[in-house]
């Protein structure tokens, strides 16, 4: 059975930092491209940074400079470090993976993300 589970949300003031932490378990992320999405209040979800199999990353122009996507393929977690956070970073925030070569999705539970002072 596979499951994603992403920790490390919280409640930060403005220009605070978080790091969020998505363990995988029964699959090997190596296999997968690995992604953080993100959905607001009323809003659709949206996709915040992709990390592939080879490492490359992309992310989505409103978090450019400040959130930085990495994947231990050893450890079979995926982070996301989220630097200067603004109020409009807050959502709740989902780990994604897909299988390369068959598609296989999967999705964990998400983690809240607030930034308030």
């Known amino acids: 059975q596979v499951h994603l589970v992403e920790s490390g949300g919280g409640l930060v003031q403005p220009g605070g930092s978080l790091a969020l932490s998505c363990a995988a378990s029964g699959i090997s992320i190596r296999f997968y491209t690995m992604a953080w999405y993100r959905q607001a209040p009323g809003k659709q979800r949206e996709l915040v940074a992709t990390v592939l199999s080879g490492g490359f990353t992309s992310y989505a122009e409103s978090v450019k400079g400040r959130f930085t996507i990495s994947r231990d393929n050893v450890g079979n977690t995926m982070l996301l470090q989220m630097n200067d956070l603004k109020p409009e970073d807050t959502a709740v925030y989902y780990c994604?993976?897909?299988?390369?070569?068959?598609?296989?999705?999967?999705w964990g539970q998400g983690t809240q993300v607030s930034i308030s002072s």
């Open positions: 994604n993976a897909v299988h390369t070569l068959t598609g296989a999705e999967y």
